[in-house]
């Protein structure tokens, strides 16, 4: 029962990975291409609609929307610092 449980854990853990690593990649293209017409690194305007949608996924999904925001925050952060690098800033 509990190894049946984490195989399909194991699983989803796995697309999270994969499911990162292909928005790190695009978000990767967008630091570039903000880095080469010189827009700024963040859009808050654009990250507090994104949070609160994805706010609003949770909730109908039944997950936290606290735990929600922490992570896409968390998620955002990471790639802003990516792109004031791509900036050299
Ligand atoms: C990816 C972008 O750059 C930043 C990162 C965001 C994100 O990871 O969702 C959203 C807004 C920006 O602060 C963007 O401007 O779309």
């Known amino acids: 029962m509990l190894a049946s449980y984490r195989r399909s854990i194991d ?3 796995a697309a999270l990975i994969h499911i990162l690593a292909e928005r790190f ?3 990767q293209a967008v630091g570039e ?4 017409l010189d827009l700024p690194p963040a859009d808050p305007g654009r990250e507090s609609r994104q949070i609160q949608r994805l706010r ?9 929307p606290e735990f ?6 968390f998620v955002i952060d990471e ?3 990516h792109h004031r690098q791509a900036a050299g800033k």
């Open 33 to 36: 291409h903000k880095a080469r």
């Open 56 to 64: 609003k996924l949770a909730e109908e999904a039944d997950l936290d």
């Open 11 to 13: 699983n989803i853990d």
């Open 79 to 81: 790639v802003i610092r």
């Open 68 to 73: 929600s925001e922490k992570f896409i925050r």
């Open 25 to 27: 990649r695009i978000t």
